[in-house]
């Protein structure tokens, strides 16, 4: 084939079966992609995850498109494309409601050797950048594990394989690319992926990429607070967070995730552990019956641990209850924020999820009414139930709470009907300048 390197003769091909029609089907807009990037004369196929998961009988959850063109050439080529990242540009080519992110094929390299702006690696062997561009088999030997870096060539339907992928699907096995201990210290995130999709496709870890999983924890320091924050969500908001947590737990992995929550486990806190599995559970559970999961309970939940010793610190000092509460929610947002970052939309109603626990004690008179109308109730009354089932004797208080709501039903006709349309916003007439300030002399 014209567009393909010499290189390939020494990967094996497989018939693709129905793969092709099946992303023809779920994600046209990739196989659009690659048939606009091949009609430029570059080298273009669907790689990664989605290929993998379909080879399973999966969903994709996204779609990869890899080629010999550079970010630039891409973004020349689509009207909506924009190069995003700076350790590792890819491209993100909108094509009608899918975002399919289009990678330059990398090679493997040397960084400490070459002084371009391209690529840099710490002392440790930490990829700082790594945008040195190759081959596909350059790319394929790159990715993280083998079940990953299977390419889907639409043109031949077939799957081209450089690493031994199709063996490691059929023996169901997760297997790093090359040296585990080099590929974890290149990028430590490859860890927490191997966790992932350990848990989510259930495969077993090779005996060296397990190896080096164990042994290595410690290179997560060095991973940024941001990029820690979302591969969290992914690991627990994934739909297999009980199985997840269970593989870090085996692994002595929570200590560089939740610092603080590790340690409470550690002091032995008889319901931390439960309480922190309930939740994961019930967020699988929540994720399976399609509802909606947030990122401020599941954290609110994992942090509470850490939330109690503190209190109990403050409490020694002589604090008063709900001022020693208050204290230890900002001192256990504070701590946790050096190792996962947690963006302010998701610490505040943490933050209030953690105040209701207090708050929901005062249920005296109309104040029932009132703390049922706050907008964290449904949260904070469903992590109260939570407690107690992790075995925190709460005083009968969630099924006080679970009566109060059978008993005063919403009458839900009284709600204003949600509209589909938004109403126009209120433009509010901004007070000239010599006015604005009087409300404070
Ligand atoms: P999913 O989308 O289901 O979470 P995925 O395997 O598609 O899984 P993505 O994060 O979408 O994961 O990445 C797409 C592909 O890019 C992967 O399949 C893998 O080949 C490659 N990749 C992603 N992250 C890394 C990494 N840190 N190191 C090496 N290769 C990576
Ligand atoms: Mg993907």
New binding site residues.
Partial sequence: MANEPEALTKAERYPAADIGEQIRDICPQSIEIVDGLRQHGFEAYV????I??LMLGGQ???F?VATDARPDDVVKLFKRARVVGRRFQIVHVRNGREVV?VTTFRAAHDARDTDDHESEQSDTGLLLRDNVYGDLCGDAI???FTV??LYFCPQSNEIIDYVGAMADIKNKTLRVIGDPVTRYQE?P??ML?AVRFHAKLGFALAPETADALRNNGHLLHQVAPARMFDEVI?LFLGGAAAKTLDIILDFDLLQYLFPATAEALEDGQEYALELIQATMQNTDTRIAADKPVTPAFMYAAVLWPAVIELREACLDQGMYKDDALREAAHAATMDQLQTTAIPKRFSIPMREIWDLQSRLHLKDGKRAEKLRAHPRFRAAYDFILLREQAGENLEGLGEWWTRYQEENPVDESARPAPSKRRPPRKRRRRPPRNQQSQGNQ
Avoid at 47 to 50: D, E, F, H, Q
């Fill in positions: 790689v990664g995850g989605c993998r998961d994709p959850k996204d990869d992110e790159r990715r993280d990953n870096a990028d995130v490859r992926r992914k």
